[in-house]
């Protein structure tokens, strides 16, 4: 069986420069990509194998960073992190919604999403940020006093299903 799985194959090897975020939803056949190389900064949504890509967000985005996804709401958010803010919209780019800007949202970097929570960090605080995705005034750090936190992942029980890279 080893033998017959190549060790590698690009899955997009057009079209994208700067990835910055990965997200993958398996059951509905979708990974989320964010990019912000050449070409315009955007979102975008491809079937698992590469196929079927299609631009999610491309207007009043700048430098998205890190995507995930919320699997049973079907939504993606993702991080911009020069206008500081995190964004949401479905798995077909409408419903696109600012959850938090400004301040405590600055330089964040990372994403992942548990239950009613986006948990963020960020490069200026040095911190975790917490936020209430139906009441995003209820935001806090979690954890303070970090070296640059980057990537995020949450991992649970119920989770365990899912499969969220940044």
Same mark, same amino acid.
């Given at each position: 069986?080893?033998?017959?799985? %190549? ?12 990835? =910055?975020?990965?997200?993958?939803? %398996? ?10 190389? =050449? ?5 975008? =949504? ?9 631009? #999610? ?14 699997? %049973?709401? =079907? ?41 009613? #929570? ?10 975790? #940020? ?18 640059? %936190?980057?990537? #995020? ?14």
């Amino acid at each position: 069986l080893h033998d017959a799985l %190549p060790i590698s194959s690009a899955v997009i090897s057009t079209g994208v420069s700067k990835p =910055r975020g990965i997200a993958l939803d %398996p059951a509905a056949g979708f990974f989320f990509l964010t990019s912000w190389g =050449r070409g315009p900064p955007r979102l975008l =949504r491809a079937a698992m194998d590469g196929t079927d890509q299609r631009d #999610l967000v491309s207007a009043n985005i700048v430098y998205p960073y890190g995507v995930t996804v919320d699997h %049973p709401r =079907r939504q993606v958010y993702w991080v911009d992190t020069y206008l500081d803010q995190i964004e949401r919209c479905d798995y077909s780019g409408e419903a696109r919604r600012t959850i938090v800007r400004g301040q405590p949202a600055q330089n964040l970097y990372g994403l992942a999403v548990f239950q009613t #929570l986006l948990l963020s960090s960020s490069w200026r605080q040095n911190s975790i #940020l917490s936020t209430d995705k139906f009441r995003p005034a209820n935001s806090s750090v979690l954890v303070a006093d970090l070296a640059r %936190p980057t990537a #995020l992942r949450v991992f649970h029980r119920s989770e365990e299903h899912t499969s969220e890279l940044q």
